[in-house]
């Protein structure tokens, strides 16, 4: 997984820095070609004619009412301040008398409006006291083209940086998700094929333990007079039945943990869908010697929906374990509890110094756990006060 992270992560610094480089790239291009065709479309027209005419008819208004000479910069200077001119020039004959800029310089795109080399063929002559004079004023009116053609070149160029960033993590994302996908599917064949190896397994060992009891069986009867060879036979039946009983845990969790779909019954009222296998518990208890307390053990009408296969084995598994780790002289206690959405079941047992969960595996109460789950509750359990405490949780169906 972490190595698929580092790779994702690659792939993804990858994609930002060619889409930053291409962006740079597709703006530089658009940008001078941009340039070129903007002022190839202002030569060409007679946009400048008609923007500059007003200004140089209003100007030789001015200076014929003030009666100003080609030498008098101060007069129109004035002038040009205040009609916000950006440039103009005067010139007579091809010689530049005066000229004068108040520009913007970010607006390099438009210098040629600045130059008179370039403006030459755009000035209109203008009549002072002492001689015409060739004018040429600039108030700015081409920038908002090149303004314009700037937006439109970085706005394209993100536009083409985004969508290429946006299909590169597509594909990512979809190559990730396809591999993932490929993996889970392994993984998920893995599961079902070590699901199956421990159902064979069980089923395997099942036979010989059944003819190995048989046998026991027989040998008991047949030495029934020689005390210390039935105390043999019952250690070796004891733990004959100790590998059944994980056996039948193994069985129980390979169940619970496969992903095959489990119905659950039509719902019932909780006595009668978990009193009859406490019921029984009960019965098992008391016929091993242990003493049970059922006070605080009471029903409501209220309905559960369980899995009758599952529930079944649940208190099988549990009344295993009780048999087992328990200590006899300490009583049982199965005890009730409901809550708005919620029944409960509580059992606990007193804890023998000499015998401890830590023993086992605990793959018992992983497949009471695991067990649960599949039937939409949960099981926790604790200890307190010297007992072992399991608690099943079910959701109550409205």
Sequence with gaps: MRDDL??????????????IIGTCVVFGILYYLGID????????TTLIYYNEKPYIDEFQQYVTDNDISTTDVEQ????MAEHDVSFYSVQEEGKVIYNKSNVDKLISPAKNMYDYRFTGSYELPVQFADIEAKVFIYTGFTIKYYIAL??????????LGIVFVYLRIRKIIAGY??????????????????DELMRNMAHDLRTPLTGLMTHIDIMKLENEADEENQKYLDIVTDKVMDIKTQMDNLLDFSMASSEKNIELDKPIET?????DYLSEMYAVLKERGYSIDIDKLNWEKV????NVGLISRIFANLTDNICKYADIDKPIVMETFFTKNNFKVKIGNGICDDKTLLESTGIGLKSVDM????MNGNMSYSREHGKFWVKLEFPIVK
């Design 271 to 275: 006595e009668y869908a978990v009193g």
């Design 150 to 159: 700037m937006i439109f070149d970085v706005g394209f160029s993100l536009m």
């Design 303 to 306: 309905k559960i929906a369980v």
């Design 6 to 19: 580092k790779r994702v992560k690659k792939k993804l610094f990858l994609t930002f820095a060619i889409a």
């Design 76 to 79: 129109y200077d004035e002038w």
């Design 37 to 44: 065709l903007l002022n190839n479309y202002i030569e060409g």
């Design 371 to 374: 067990m649960m789950l599949r």
């Design 177 to 194: 998700q396809t591999e993932l996908e490929a993996s889970q599917e392994q993984e998920k064949k893995a599961r079902q094929e070590k």
